[in-house]
């Protein structure tokens, strides 16, 4: 039975109150020594957050009514590790996705993460940058690499070879991902459709074909450009409009082509992301400068987390990620 009374219970409950809700900012101070030992896990990393972002899972998840800390983002550095962490040391700077739905989020001061989802951030990336780029990055190449098996960049598409990829939507934070993660795969033509975000997908300069999505047949300037066909398609988008563009556009015979949506397919399971193991590979791309985040805005501590979440819920944000710095918090 729970024992209420004892220092460790008392802390943790300290902790889940390091949190944000999107309708009231309840956040407490807790000196790191009073931080329970059982946190973080075996596997698990504590972090000491400095900068976090929004994403639009955030404010869907609230909308379906849970309250949590919602960020799954988080930048800083090492506080603790696990019993079975080797790779990780107090100091070591980090970002790292934290599991959805889990407590101890990364509105905070202090966030959990999977060490098989943390990696270091190095040098000449700043933590307000790193913080917008696990959950992206790791969605567009679990889309890429796990879903539709395209070669991986350390084994790409070899020179010379034909490899089609449509993404919808480049212009957003995950199809950007794709989009950089399909050029460093060599796939080729890469198309994409985008609208506002052109400007944005042009300055990338590594799409071949850009479609815009406000004029007219978006399916017939695919076909034009095109010259055959496409097999390999990302849909971060995934509305009306993207899936009957999608399905004009390729085979349906039902076995060539590979489709994947942002809502995962039937009997796929997302956890755990066996193929992040890969993740510290981020490192090195950004490290190399063969990988660069989204572009980002830092709207201020955590007290502007409920302005970011309500902007990303309006479809207000177009070609940026909104960022948060911790110390920017008021009375932090
Ligand atoms: N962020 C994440 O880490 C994450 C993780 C898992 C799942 N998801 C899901 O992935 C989807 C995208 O998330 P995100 O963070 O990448 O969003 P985002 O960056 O906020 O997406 C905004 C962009 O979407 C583009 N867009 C909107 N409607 C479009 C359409 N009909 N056709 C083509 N482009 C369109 C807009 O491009 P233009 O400016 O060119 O109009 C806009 O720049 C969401 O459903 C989200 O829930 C996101």
Same mark, same amino acid.
């Given at each position: 039975?729970?024992n209420y009374?004892?220092?460790?219970v008392?802390a943790a409950?300290?902790?889940?109150?390091?949190?944000?809700?999107t309708?009231?900012l309840t956040l407490?101070?807790?000196?790191p020594?009073?931080?329970?030992?059982r946190?973080?896990?075996?596997?698990?990393v504590?972090?000491k957050v /400095?900068a976090?972002?929004?994403?639009?899972?955030? %404010?869907?998840?609230?909308?379906a009514?849970?309250w949590?800390n919602?960020s799954d983002d988080?930048s800083?550095?090492?506080?603790s590790?696990?019993?079975?962490?080797?790779?990780f040391?107090?100091?070591?700077r980090?970002a790292a996705?934290h599991?959805m %739905?889990d407590?101890?989020g990364?509105?905070a001061?202090?966030?959990?993460?999977?060490?098989?989802t943390?990696?270091?951030?190095?040098p000449? *990336?700043?933590?307000e940058?790193g913080a917008?780029?696990?959950?992206c990055?790791?969605?567009?190449?679990l889309?890429?690499?796990?879903h539709?098996?395209i070669?991986?960049?350390?084994?790409?598409?070899?020179?010379g070879?034909?490899?089609?990829?449509?993404? #919808?939507?480049?212009?957003s934070a995950?199809?950007?991902f794709a989009?950089k993660f399909a050029?460093?795969?060599?796939c080729?033509p890469i /198309?994409n459709i985008a609208?506002d975000?052109?400007?944005?997908v042009?300055s990338?300069?590594?799409a071949? *074909?850009?479609v815009? #999505?406000r004029?007219?047949?978006?399916?017939g300037q /695919?076909?034009?450009?095109l010259k =055959?066909?496409v097999?390999?398609v990302?849909?971060p988008i995934s509305?009306?409009?993207?899936?009957e563009?999608?399905?004009?556009?390729?085979p349906l015979?039902g076995h060539r082509a590979?489709?994947?949506?942002?809502?995962?397919?039937?009997g796929?399971?997302?956890w755990p992301?066996?193929?992040?193991r890969?993740v510290?590979?981020?490192?090195?791309l950004?490290?190399?400068g063969?990988l660069?985040a989204h572009p980002?805005?830092?709207?201020? =501590?955590?007290e502007?987390?409920?302005?970011?979440?309500?902007l990303l819920s309006?479809?207000a944000v177009?070609?940026k990620?909104?960022?948060?710095r *911790?110390s920017?918090?008021?009375g *932090?």
């Amino acid at each position: 039975m729970r024992n209420y009374s004892s220092p460790e219970v008392q802390a943790a409950e300290n902790f889940e109150k390091l949190i944000f809700r999107t309708s009231s900012l309840t956040l407490q101070r807790m000196p790191p020594g009073l931080l329970p030992s059982r946190i973080p896990k075996d596997d698990e990393v504590l972090i000491k957050v /400095i900068a976090t972002d929004s994403n639009p899972k955030d %404010w869907k998840t609230a909308n379906a009514g849970e309250w949590m800390n919602q960020s799954d983002d988080s930048s800083g550095t090492i506080h603790s590790t696990g019993s079975a962490v080797a790779k990780f040391h107090a100091g070591d700077r980090v970002a790292a996705l934290h599991r959805m %739905w889990d407590a101890h989020g990364a509105h905070a001061e202090f966030a959990v993460a999977p060490a098989s989802t943390t990696f270091r951030l190095p040098p000449n *990336i700043s933590f307000e940058e790193g913080a917008t780029i696990p959950l992206c990055a790791m969605t567009a190449a679990l889309a890429l690499y796990q879903h539709l098996k395209i070669p991986p960049p350390w084994n790409p598409v070899p020179k010379g070879t034909r490899f089609p990829v449509l993404v #919808y939507g480049e212009a957003s934070a995950v199809g950007a991902f794709a989009l950089k993660f399909a050029n460093l795969s060599n796939c080729n033509p890469i /198309i994409n459709i985008a609208g506002d975000g052109i400007p944005f997908v042009e300055s990338l300069n590594v799409a071949d *074909i850009i479609v815009d #999505y406000r004029c007219g047949s978006v399916v017939g300037q /695919i076909k034009a450009a095109l010259k =055959g066909q496409v097999l390999h398609v990302f849909d971060p988008i995934s509305n009306k409009d993207s899936w009957e563009h999608i399905l004009a556009v390729v085979p349906l015979d039902g076995h060539r082509a590979h489709i994947n949506s942002i809502n995962a397919p039937r009997g796929v399971s997302l956890w755990p992301p066996e193929e992040l193991r890969e993740v510290r590979y981020v490192t090195l791309l950004l490290e190399e400068g063969k990988l660069t985040a989204h572009p980002f805005e830092v709207l201020g =501590g955590l007290e502007a987390v409920e302005r970011g979440t309500t902007l990303l819920s309006e479809k207000a944000v177009s070609s940026k990620e909104l960022a948060y710095r *911790i110390s920017d918090t008021p009375g *932090i």
